[in-house]
């Protein structure tokens, strides 16, 4: 049995605002969209190298304030592009935690994402 890698999907509120953030800072693509009809909501795919996101402006389809852990290899480099691209209401910084070093971004509309850098990925129940 196989098991994919899978893809979160956040609430948003606005599309021009999560094309501003999702495109313009964090540097994901816009690969598509979906609406039933003109004017409705708008139910997004986002990709940024490996990493695949939906964003969906559907009640009822998630909750905002949500968090998903990325994990990258250099976590120094996420926040030097992320820092290149200035976003005003955004200044991450280095988190050091003790399974790892972290930096993490908060949309628009309260869905966080967190980038860590691990040396591993299976932690042990202390």
Aim: proline share 7%; charged share 20%.
């Amino acid at each position: 049995m196989q098991i994919s890698p899978a893809t979160p999907v956040f609430r948003s509120f606005d599309e021009a605002k999560a094309r501003a953030f999702y495109i313009d800072y964090l540097g994901f693509r816009w690969d598509g969209d979906h609406r039933f009809y003109d004017g409705a909501p708008v139910y997004a795919f986002l990709s940024r190298g490996p990493l695949n996101l939906h964003l969906s402006e559907h009640h009822g389809d998630c909750t905002p304030g949500s968090t998903i852990m990325v994990n990258v290899s250099d976590v120094q480099a996420i926040l030097n592009d992320l820092r290149s691209r200035n976003h005003p209401n955004m200044n991450p910084d280095l988190e050091e935690l003790p399974w790892g070093v972290q930096i993490t971004v908060t949309d628009p509309f309260g869905n966080r994402i967190r980038f860590l850098q691990s040396d591993t990925h299976t932690f042990k129940n202390t």
